[in-house]
């Protein structure tokens, strides 16, 4: 822990394991080269479109999988970090591309409202009925970066 912690600072861009999601957080490792400590996300820094639940959770954060996070808090005394998924996100926006198919998994809100998410972005779709639409996996495409992103359905759902 003490090498990272020394190496890394607040604001760092890092790439963390989920070991565990559920409830309040999401347990990962933050890896750094070739060290790991152990470090959490929690809830409210998962994303600023969704109304993140225990069930979304457990969807979005399958253990061993990869997310880019932003170093939003080293706690000496426990020896973990606290990582912001919303903060990278926002700090992403610039590398977004137009034309460029990404994988997303397709998450409905409230009112029907599609949401896509991914390591790279989060947006909203702005296709019209979606309601045939099945929720899982999909690729999209971006149509606008102003406000929440705006996304489109590769393949014209």
């Not at 822990?1 to 347990?27: H, Q, W, Y």
């Not at 993140?52 to 170093?71: E, H, K, M, N, Q």
């Amino acid at each position: 822990f003490a090498e990272m912690a020394n190496s890394l600072k607040i604001g760092d861009i890092v790439t963390c394991e989920v070991i565990s999601p559920g409830f309040d957080r999401v347990v990962v490792l933050v890896m750094l080269d070739t060290y790991l400590a152990h470090g959490y996300i929690y809830v409210r820094q998962v994303s600023e479109l969704l109304y993140v639940t225990d069930a979304i959770l457990r969807r979005v954060f399958v253990p061993g999988t990869y997310w880019s996070c932003i170093v939003r808090r080293i706690d000496q005394k426990n020896e973990c970090f606290e990582v912001s998924r919303t903060e990278f996100l926002r700090q992403n926006i610039p590398n977004i591309r137009f034309g460029k198919p990404y994988d997303v998994e397709l998450i409905e809100q409230r009112r029907g409202q599609l949401i896509g998410y991914s390591d790279e972005l989060e947006g909203v779709f702005i296709d019209g009925n979606v309601g045939h639409i099945p929720l899982g996996k999909c690729s999209a495409l971006v149509a606008s970066t102003r406000g929440p992103l705006e996304l489109t359905f590769c393949d014209g759902a």
